[in-house]
């Protein structure tokens, strides 16, 4: 049974930092690559990270411009676990935050309930 179960969402102020974790299970984890979505309130749902899966040249990854140099993704694959640590938050960055793992040769997709992120003061 494949599961994504994410955690770390919460309330904070503007310029605050939240951590994310994915922790999945159900499947060979490091052979997915991994990423958060994110969905605000009337808007679709959008990419915020991804992190490829781990070859002899690393992991790549890739961020929204919105999020660059504030936002950092990084996955652990002995834990299973992917993580987005987020910096200098702003009120924008309020929406539910989602984990996807998805291997495309394969057709493979799976979603996390995701886990809501609030910016206010």
């Known amino acids: 049974q494949v599961q994504l179960v994410e955690s770390g969402g919460g309330l904070v102020q503007p310029g605050g930092s939240l951590r994310l974790s994915c922790a999945a299970s159900?499947?060979?984890?490091?052979?997915?690559?991994m990423s958060w979505y994110r969905q605000a309130p009337g808007k679709e749902r959008e990419l915020v990270a991804l992190?490829?899966?781990?070859?002899?040249?690393?992991?790549?990854?890739n961020y929204a411009d919105s999020v660059k140099g504030r936002f950092t993704i990084s996955r652990d694959n002995p834990k299973n676990t992917v993580y987005l640590q987020m910096n200098s938050l702003k009120p924008e960055d309020t929406a539910v935050y989602y984990c996807n793992a998805e291997r495309r040769s394969v057709g493979r997709r799976y979603w996390g309930q995701g886990t809501q992120v609030t910016v206010s003061s």
């Open positions: 159900g499947f060979t984890f490091s052979s997915y690559a």
């Open positions: 992190v490829a899966a781990i070859t002899s040249a690393g992991a790549s990854t």
